[in-house]
């Protein structure tokens, strides 16, 4: 089949303001749109910018707001988004993310709000020698934000963060915060109370549940932030 790629374009030493530019590509219906972006690299227009590196919904580079819905443009199908013969499939950039060129855009700020929530493990008993023992109920409370890629499709669904606190730490750094807050071995809330009990930590979110629609590793997003709100909670009650 054929489809047409609507590309938002922005090279910074020619353009002034972003562009859309279409190319026609031959593809299969069982492609991905990460495939259909390679073709236009190779054969069309080697200036093209995006990211990828795994392929396969690892690494999370190669997020893109695609037909409006953030995605991996490798986990995309061509046939997902391009019914019939002809389809037009848009393609822009990652939104809340200042973008550098093409459909890259700037994770900095991004990867500060991670860096923030402190995203690594906080021994509750640093001393003790030997294994630190978990049962396997305790590893599964933490299972499902384990998945997380860093891929911001989470943080550039957020309504919060586009239209009304873009200082809102967002979603992905939440769920990070998750993965070692509800780790039975990690000192837990106490060390990261500063970032998330912040009016820019966890209390901006709203449950509009885009950020769990768009997940690429089906993470519960605002299951977990709603979690980390009641976990503050219950902290600062018994601190009391
Ligand atoms: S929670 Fe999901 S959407 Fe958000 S950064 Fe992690 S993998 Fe991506
Ligand atoms: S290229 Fe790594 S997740 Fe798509």
């Given at each position: ?36 972006l390679m073709?236009v690299k190779r054969?069309?227009?080697g200036?093209l ?192």
């Open positions: 089949m054929n489809i047409t790629l609507k590309i938002k374009r922005y090279q910074p030493e020619e353009d002034r303001e972003s562009r859309f530019q279409d190319f026609k590509v031959p593809i299969e219906p069982t492609d991905r749109l990460l495939d259909a073709f054969n069309l227009d200036t910018c995006f990211r990828k590196s795994c392929a396969h919904g690892v690494c999370g580079s190669d997020a893109m707001t695609i037909n409006g819905v953030e995605r991996l443009a490798c986990k995309t199908l061509v046939q997902d988004v391009a019914e019939k013969e002809d389809a037009v499939v848009t393609i822009e950039p990652l939104r809340s993310l200042p973008v550098q060129r093409d459909l890259m855009v700037d994770y900095t700020h991004f990867f500060e709000t991670y860096r923030i929530v402190k995203p690594f493990l906080i021994p509750v008993q640093k001393t003790k020698r030997g294994e630190n023992i978990q049962t396997p109920e305790q590893r599964k409370k933490f299972d499902d934000p384990t998945k997380c890629i860093l891929c911001a499709s989470c943080y550039a669904a957020c309504p919060v963060v586009a239209e009304k606190d873009p200082e809102f730490i967002g979603p992905a750094a939440v769920v990070q915060a998750a993965r070692f807050v509800f780790d039975s071995r990690d000192e837990g809330i106490g060390p990261r109370l500063e970032v998330l009990d912040d009016p820019h930590g966890v209390w901006p979110c709203e449950n509009h549940f885009n950020c769990t629609r768009v997940c690429p590793r089906g993470i519960k997003v605002t299951k977990n932030i709603n979690l980390v709100k009641r976990t503050i909670k219950d902290f600062k009650e018994q601190s009391d």
